[in-house]
């Protein structure tokens, strides 16, 4: 994967992100029209917008940045359907959240959800739950559209729920409590039409990916690549796009005499971007006999990442595996994913 370096400004609050390459020009807030015939796949969405640096902080065991940019069109998610946001004339950014551990960089994925209220003089402006979202760019985030009254100096809380999946590894015992982030906002609605901005009129709709973001402050949430997985690989498939990889540990701290681990890593075809808040079913199939039979739990581990998993009563070195997609990604979609990942597939390993 190519990245690019962000343009920097000064001071934190200053930073401006962008990243790929394509024409550079000061755009309005209004979207470019939607790549017609889109594929039922990740694609080359028509643009792409630069973002600027809040702040970040600790919020009891996690570390949150907050990165706001133009508003724009999302895609929210119900089963297998996606419904588009449109841009409001009384939108004035789209603000970001990216959750962390910061032990390990690792972005979490938290299925409870954060909020995010924005004050200024002591009265509440804006108070809503962000949805969970993935673009090409930023990766798996939380984001949403805000109205603020004007510009000047506004105090935003962010407010991360404790994580309902799995953590193991280094990450068990660990952010099961909420957290608060506090930082300040200081809005002109001129730096936000100043804000980088890209169109890829010849390439809009082909078969590929931006790049991730890179940047030295905040991770991006990027799964390892399949070779380096922990365990033993029991293959990989390609769902409505996806891609499934699934590993077997045998040697795992947390497991028994007697059990192994089955993992199941599900990432989009570029950049390795995960694909949370998944319903999956699985079968284990080892000597001729069924040992697990039930949905595999959303898990973080250090070194496997976010993904779906279950422990099994069975030592066996290459056990049969059969996944059931139940419901596909529950998570809102940027430009270019809003049709991929969006079929239930039934796949054996």
Known sequence: MNRRDFLVGTGLAGVTMLAGCGSLQSQSTR??????????????????EGMNMIGMGQAGDYMVGLTYSYPHRFWTVTGTDAERVEIQSDDSLHLMATVWDPETSLVLPVSAGLSIAIEQDGETV??????????????????????LDSDGLYQVTVTVSGMNERRMGELSGRFGEAGEMNAELDFSQATVEDLAFEQ???????????DLMSMEMMPTAQLPSVDSLPGEPLGTATGSDEVYAVQLLADAEFLSAGESYVAVSVRSPYNRVPLPMMSLDGVVEADGETVYDDALSAAVHPDLGYHYGAIVSTTTESPSVTVEVISPPQVSRHEGYETAFMTTPTLTF
Do not use: C
């Open 126 to 147: 804006a108070e809503k739950d962000p949805w969970p979202m993935i673009s090409q760019n930023m990766s798996f985030h939380y984001g949403d559209n805000y109205q």
């Open 200 to 210: 890829f009129p010849e390439r809009q709709g082909d078969r590929e990916a931006l």
């Open 31 to 48: 979207a470019p029209p939607l790549v017609e015939n889109r594929p039922d796949a990740t694609y080359l969405p028509t643009h792409r």
